[in-house]
C-alpha cells in the first residue's frame, strides 16, 4: 500500500471478558479474551504504563556539538544501558510532557534547557503496551545539580561529542531502542 491510498477501516475486535492481572503505581498487566475479526477467540496480554518522555540534551563545545547521556543498570536485562535521559512521573500522570522532560533531564543529568524542542511521540512496544513515548530535543544547556531517585543510585551520566554518539550506534554500543528511535525521528527532522 503506497502512502497516498486510504487506510482500510480498522479490524473489530470484541472483548469478551478483561480483568487485570497486577498492578502496582508504575505498570499494570490486563488480559483480555477477545474475539479476532474472522471470528476466532484469543487472549491478549496488555501492559498499560503511563505516558514517558526521552530527551536528547544537545550542547555545544568548541569542537562541535555534543550529546549527554546516562548509563544505567537494567535489572530485567542485568545489563547497564548508554540511553538518553527519560522518564515518567507516575505520581502526577497528568503532569504535562514538557514540565516532565525539564523534570526528568534535570533529575538524571542536572541540566536544565533554555529551549526543549518537541519532535513527537512514539509507542513503545505497541504489540503488548499502551505506553506512549514524547520525544525532545532540549538545547542551551546550563549545568546544575542532579536530583535522582533512589532506584537511580547506579546511573552515571556522560557528555560527549555527537559523532561519538553516531559510533557508539553504529557499533552497537546503544541498545536501548528508545534512545535509538528518539534519534532517528530526531535526525530525519533535521534537528540534530
Known amino acids: 500500500m503506497s502512502l497516498e491510498e486510504k487506510e482500510p477501516p480498522l479490524p473489530h475486535y470484541e472483548v469478551l471478558s478483561t480483568r ?45 556539538p555534543t550529546v549527554t547521556l546516562v548509563r544505567q543498570y537494567r535489572y530485567p536485562i542485568h545489563a ?28 538524571e543529568t542536572g541540566l536544565i534547557a533554555d529551549k526543549l524542542i518537541y519532535a513527537g511521540s512514539m509507542f513503545q512496544g505497541a504489540g503488548y503496551s499502551t505506553q506512549k513515548g514524547h520525544i525532545y530535543l532540549a538545547t542551551g544547556l546550563r ?24 559510533q557508539m550506534i553504529a557499533r552497537g554500543d546503544i541498545a536501548c531502542m528508545v534512545t535509538l528511535a528518539a534519534f532517528a525521528r530526531l535526525r530525519a527532522q533535521g534537528l540534530v
Open 20 to 64: 487485570t492481572a497486577y498492578k502496582n503505581k508504575w505498570t499494570a498487566l490486563r488480559e483480555d479474551i477477545i474475539r479476532r475479526p474472522n471470528g476466532q477467540d484469543g487472549l491478549y496480554g496488555v501492559v498499560e504504563r503511563g505516558e514517558f518522555v526521552v530527551i536528547l540534551p544537545l550542547g555545544e563545545r568548541p569542537d562541535g
Open 80 to 107: 547497564r544501558l548508554w540511553e538518553l535521559p527519560m522518564g515518567m512521573w507516575e505520581s502526577k500522570p497528568n503532569a504535562a510532557a514538557e514540565d516532565v522532560a525539564a523534570g526528568e533531564l534535570r533529575e
Open 143 to 166: 549545568q546544575g545539580p542532579t536530583a535522582r531517585e533512589a532506584t537511580e543510585d547506579d546511573m552515571s551520566c556522560h557528555t560527549l561529542p555527537l559523532a561519538e554518539f553516531e
